[in-house]
């Protein structure tokens, strides 16, 4: 799959605009599950903070996991009592499915999470959050393993921390230096459009959306946080270790086949607007050029041994056809799946056949360079014609990279196929609807396209309609509870489970919460 010459799918980033009524700009999310103790202290400082400290307004949203305790009872309460607290519980357990569930549903251009611990100290929230609403960054996320950051934690925890990062950084490549700290953002953005792609409803949630979002070419800014750890948790460490190390498997092997549509979600060439008229930027050319360097100094190496190999039995014409032939056909395969990153056999069959007719031009210039030696001395030394051979064949591999980009490998337009995923509960507009479609009447749409970005004036003044399917039983508002002390349950067990977006069966219902509390006066 060509990941790096595909126009990107989502806008440019823009600076959110500041609304002073209606939609929150952030929705904090607290996945909690049996947290009857420490759930109200952890929101009532929360609510606190942000109060006294954020610019914009805010909502902060308790996800409830199917608890067993009093934590729903909690929940009400808090919702009832703060206009800026909303309970939202779910029927199965899974952080990530958690996050999945009221992210999708939720109408605030930034989206993030904290446990409930709180671990993290709050003064990190504002520079977490601030990238996003700049526009500068597409996801955030605290790092406890950046220098400035001040950790107090155990040993044991330490040392599986910094392992699992060496374990993400040497098999998938990542570049970020804490995947699984709870203290993260995303714009809504690109969550709609990411999520789909995220098939994890745990604890690996967070790593395979933060390498996925990375192998995009998406923007992460880290955060330096103080965090204190939690002597009381409840996460069984060599059960998620176990699941996180099968994750690893699975996302290394899908970013190897190249299965994940990873052209979906890259941005534009830039963010200022007049980027955006720019005409042929040429796209991963530094990339390109990195990769048919090393492919290139190592098919050197395999002509030269071929090269002396069959010059034992003929002549250096033939000895270096041969060789040359050999190597081009290796040359051609390795830079279509590395250099250029065209994966599966479509097509396989003609690069080769355009490779052999650069080959040909190779084979001119070396040819005409030994040609040209042999003229000039009737018996030339060895180690003369491989320095006549080197200095051709670097001539010729200059040609080839540029034959290969223009012409075997071309870039590809907005004409060609791209690889699909169903986003099956992504919202598909602003104004959400809470209708549902019945199965048989789903779209069979490659993908629906990403919607346009609200402007100020939606954010400000876009009113909030009921619908008239509002009265019907699956359609009821997560947000907008019926009594001070009711909260909607929200069944997303069926979806979350399955281990591929492309079939989704079962529809997440995004839904527009009310502008308004129905407690308030």
Not at 159 to 187: E, H, T, V
Not at 459 to 487: E, G, I, K, L
Request: aromatic share 6%.
């Amino acid at each position: 799959m060509r990941t790096d010459s595909s126009p990107g799918t989502l806008p440019a980033r823009e600076h959110l605009p500041a609304g002073d009524a209606g939609t929150p700009v952030l929705d904090v999310v607290i996945p909690v599950y049996n947290e009857e103790k420490d759930l109200q202290p952890c929101v009532l400082r929360l609510h606190e903070h942000l109060k006294r400290t954020f610019p914009y307004a805010f909502r902060i949203t308790i996800a409830d996991n199917a608890s067993t305790d009093t934590t729903p009872l909690v929940s009400r309460r808090l919702e009832a009592e703060i206009p800026e607290v909303r309970a939202f519980r779910l029927e199965q357990k899974g952080r990530g499915r958690a996050l999945r569930t009221v992210w999708s549903a939720s109408d605030a251009p930034v989206l993030a999470y904290m446990d409930v611990d709180l671990s993290t100290d709050l003064n990190a929230l504002l520079p977490l959050v601030a990238p996003l609403i700049s526009g500068h960054s597409d996801l955030a996320i605290g790092s406890r393993l950046a220098r400035s950051s001040r950790v107090v934690r155990g040993p044991k925890r330490e040392f599986i921390s910094r392992a699992y990062n060496l374990i993400l950084r040497g098999s998938l490549q990542a570049r970020f230096s804490d995947a699984q700290c709870g203290f993260k953002a995303i714009r809504r953005d690109v969550a709609q459009v990411l999520l789909p792609l995220v098939e994890d409803s745990g604890w690996f949630f967070d790593t395979e959306m933060l390498v996925i979002a990375e192998r995009a070419g998406l923007r992460i800014h880290e955060v330096p946080v103080d965090w204190v750890d939690d002597p009381d948790s409840t996460v069984h460490i060599v059960k998620t270790a176990t699941e996180d190390l099968k994750g690893v498997w699975r996302v290394g092997k899908a970013l190897a086949s190249g299965s994940l549509p990873l052209d979906r979600i890259t941005r534009p060439f830039g963010d200022d607007p007049r980027d955006r008229e720019i005409q042929d930027v040429p796209k991963g050319l530094a990339r390109q050029l990195v990769g048919f360097c090393v492919v290139g100094g190592l098919s050197t190496l395999f002509y030269l041994v071929l090269y002396s190999a069959f010059r034992q039995f003929g002549g250096s014409q033939t000895a270096n056809a041969l060789a040359l032939l050999v190597s081009a056909v290796a040359n051609t395969a390795a830079n279509r799946r590395l250099t250029f990153g065209v994966r599966g056999k479509g097509g396989a069959v003609r690069h080769q056949a355009q490779g052999l007719v650069v080959f040909g031009i190779g084979l001119a210039l070396t040819s005409g360079s030994l040609a040209a030696l042999n003229a000039a001395s009737s018996d030339p030394a060895h180690s003369t014609e491989l320095a006549v051979l080197i200095a051709a064949n670097l001539a010729a591999t200059v040609l080839r990279f540029l034959l290969f980009r223009a012409w075997v490998f071309p870039d590809r337009g907005d004409d060609q196929p791209r690889s699909t995923v169903v986003a099956a509960h992504a919202p598909s507009s602003p104004a959400y609807s809470t209708q549902q479609l019945p199965q048989q009447q789903l779209p069979r749409q490659p993908h629906a396209p990403l919607p346009q970005r609200p402007t100020a004036n939606q954010y400000a003044t876009t009113p909030h309609a009921t619908t008239p399917h509002a009265t019907t039983p699956h359609a009821t508002t997560p947000y907008a509870p019926t009594s001070p002390y009711d909260t909607t349950e929200f069944r997303a067990g069926e979806a979350a489970e399955q281990r591929s977006w492309k079939d989704a069966t079962v529809q997440l219902q995004p839904v527009r919460p009310t502008d308004t509390d129905p407690r308030k006066p």
